[in-house]
């Protein structure tokens, strides 16, 4: 079970939650046998407990050792002491060996007490099985023999009680009872006294178990909230670790529930493991224990109980947990879809597709809820299936053990506790039934996670990285050497046969129409994918042989889509080294050309920047990434289409600022205008994927007809528009 394994690390924690929950179960197993008690013989026997009274009159004990046979005789007489008083009290030995005593001393003293009493009754009379007077005076004098007197007792023992061992005891204590009563003891405060003192160890128990109940609620959910923190900490380090292909391969959406929902069902699960399904077989066996230990005749009922609920849980499963398995997924869809529609909100309003995309939700969320409705429905059944059992569990004990405590082979107390422990007995395997239902659809999410957790990033470091050697110039050297490249197996490369180089301490520009694999060049650059065939070197090194960390330090990168990070602009621009000192982010907002934007800001620096940099404009929010990369202490330089959202000027003066400010650094430019090119000592014109020309300006435009055409369609058009940099 993979939810097991998660608890290999609190192995302590699981090892004291076992311990109490023992105590635990132990109080709760001694509670029906103190109520039983309670009934018994703290209100029935008036609380006389023991059939060996503490004092009988010494008439009544010679009359019992008589009746009792030669060696049980010889324990009893060993136990009593005469006393001045005219009777016989029980010595310290007889204190000490009571439960024997008990014991023995039950069937002589019913029957003495049983003859006593029914002779001094003129109704009752003749019926006296032993004329007691008249036989202890034979039996003194020596005319009965011992064997003779044991023989009338046996006689008369079948002919009153049939001999039953508890009813024998029950009839035993009566009779201490009477004893005590013509010994003029306080039978109610007796009584009183007993009743306190089990009332107290009861409250003790309940106490006790109530304690361990709750340690054992804090330790599991402490436990629980462990396991899902560290779940949730190798997720999300994994997550960081993947590549875009990989996360795609996931969808963000499902890497979501996963990490949320997924993870508190597990944590849900642990909670329940580590209370009910620790605890349902201690109590089960414990319950079978006490219940053998009370009275077996009526065990099959529990049996038939536990059968009857096991049968219910399983044809409930049986119904539910295919959806169990679907919902995990539907969870994931509701995720996706109000994902989507919250991030396209304006466009969605832009085209009035309210009601399409409501209708969208609604579908995934309908879905959803008529799953979970459907397993709710299931569940209902349940409880009212098990209170069912219960219920007529209670009954058919009760009707059975009517029979039997009429016929006197239990008391009622017994029967109380039997039923008690049939309680625990089967809500134990309700528990274990309950749990059942759990522990498949926290797997569902166990195996969800550990999906993640197992997938192989397809981007990774090599066992050995290379480093680079002791730079030789202030940039870096960037070598494009055949590289062919496709984002799915499948479908045609977005790259093929595409060399390049771009020199170290040079700027090298990219241009080419849309989807040309402009970005996808840069990506490659960044080892965000890793190519197909051919290579992209660093300084001489294979990108595949560095460590990623050593790589991406090289470089300032500016990805085609700005995105932000919310906090301030301080924390934006700063972003590469929070320990960033304000000079050098001044001086890159500087660069960027946001200084005038930052400047309008009453905080400054410490103005505010929403979450994906949503409180500030397009413009502005590009130049604010462009000072992020620039911020950066690096070698080199990518920026992916970067300046499309700048107008003309701005763009013109963050070129020449560029150019100035990043001098003896590498700068690699996408770019769709020719005139964010121009300058760039080497131009790099890709077309569908391949190189269709290399070198400057003035050279492409003499040999490369594809660099021909952009520059010739844009050039006039600026010149259209009369407002050229150019
Ligand atoms: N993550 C991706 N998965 C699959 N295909 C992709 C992915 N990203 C880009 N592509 C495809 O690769 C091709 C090149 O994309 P790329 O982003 O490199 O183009 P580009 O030259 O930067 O375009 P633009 O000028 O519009 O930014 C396109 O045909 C695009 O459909
Ligand atoms: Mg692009």
Known sequence: MRIIRYLKESKAAVALVIVLLIAQAFADLSLPRLTSDLVDVGIQQAGVEDAAPEAVRSSMFEALCMLAPAEDESFIRACYEQADDGTCRLNEQGEKRRDELDERIATPFALAYFAQTASAREDLASDAPIDLDALTDAYAQGAVSKDDVLAMADAALSAVSGADESLVAQQAVSAAKAEYEQLGYDMDSMQMRYLLGIGGRMLAVAALMTAAAIAVGYIASRTAAGVAKRLRERLFA?????????????????????????????????????????????????????????????????????????????????????????????????????????????????????????????????????????????????????????????????????????????????????????????????????????????????????????????????????????????????????????????????????????????????????????????????????????????????????????????????????????????????????????????????????????????????????????????????????ARALAADVRAYLFDDSFSALDYKTDARLRAAIAEGLRGKTVLIVAQRISTVLTADRIVVLENGSVAGCGTHDELMRTCETYREIALSQLSEEELKGGGSL
Request: net charge negative.
């Open 238 to 626: 994994k997550v960081l670790s993947f590549s875009d292909a990989d996360v795609q391969k996931f969808s963000a959406a499902s890497l979501i529930t996963r990490a949320t929902n997924d993870i508190q069902q597990i944590q849900m699960v642990v909670t329940v493991l580590l209370r009910m399904v620790l605890y349902a077989p201690i109590l089960a066996i414990g319950g079978i224990v006490m219940v053998s230990r009370t009275d077996a005749s009526m065990s099959w009922i529990i049996v038939v109980a536990v059968a009857a609920i096991f049968a219910t849980v399983a044809v409930l499963m049986g119904l539910a947990m295919p959806k169990f398995k679907v919902m995990q997924k539907l969870i994931d869809r509701v995720n996706l879809v109000s994902r989507e529609i919250l991030t396209g909100l304006p466009v969605i309003r832009a085209f009035g597709r309210q009601e399409y995309e409501e209708g969208r939700f609604d579908q995934a969320s309908t879905a959803l809820m008529r799953t979970q409705l459907f397993t709710n429905r299931v569940m209902t059944f349940m409880m009212p299936a098990m209170m069912l059992v219960m219920n007529a569990v209670s009954v058919l004990i009760v009707w059975v053990g009517g029979f039997s405590i009429d016929a006197g082979t239990i008391q009622t107390g017994d029967m109380i506790a039997f039923i008690t422990y049939s309680m625990v007995i089967i809500m134990s395997f309700l528990m274990l039934g309950m749990v059942s239902i759990m522990l498949p659809r926290a797997d569902v999410a166990a195996k969800r996670v550990n999906e993640v957790l197992a997938a192989p990033c397809s981007i990774a470091d090599p066992a050995e990285p290379e480093s680079l050697a002791e730079p030789r110039s202030e940039g870096v050297e960037i070598v494009f050497d055949d590289v062919t490249f496709s984002y799915d197996e499948e479908s045609d490369p977005v790259l093929s046969h595409v060399s390049f180089t771009a020199e170290a301490g040079k700027t090298t520009a990219v241009i080419g129409s849309t989807g040309s694999g402009k970005s996808t060049v840069i990506k490659l650059v960044e080892r965000f994918y890793d190519v197909d065939s051919g290579s992209v070197r660093v300084d001489g090194v294979d990108v595949r042989a560095m460590a990623q960390h050593d790589l991406r330090a090289q470089f300032g990168y500016v990805p085609q889509k700005a995105f932000l990070f919310s906090g301030t602009i301080a924390d934006t621009v700063g972003y590469s080294d929070p320990s960033m000192g304000e000079e050098r982010m001044r001086a890159a907002v500087e660069l960027a050309q946001a200084a005038d934007f930052v400047a309008e800001r009453e905080e400054g620096m410490l103005a505010p920047v929403a979450q994906g940099g949503s409180n500030v404009s397009g413009g502005q929010r590009q130049r604010l990434s462009i």
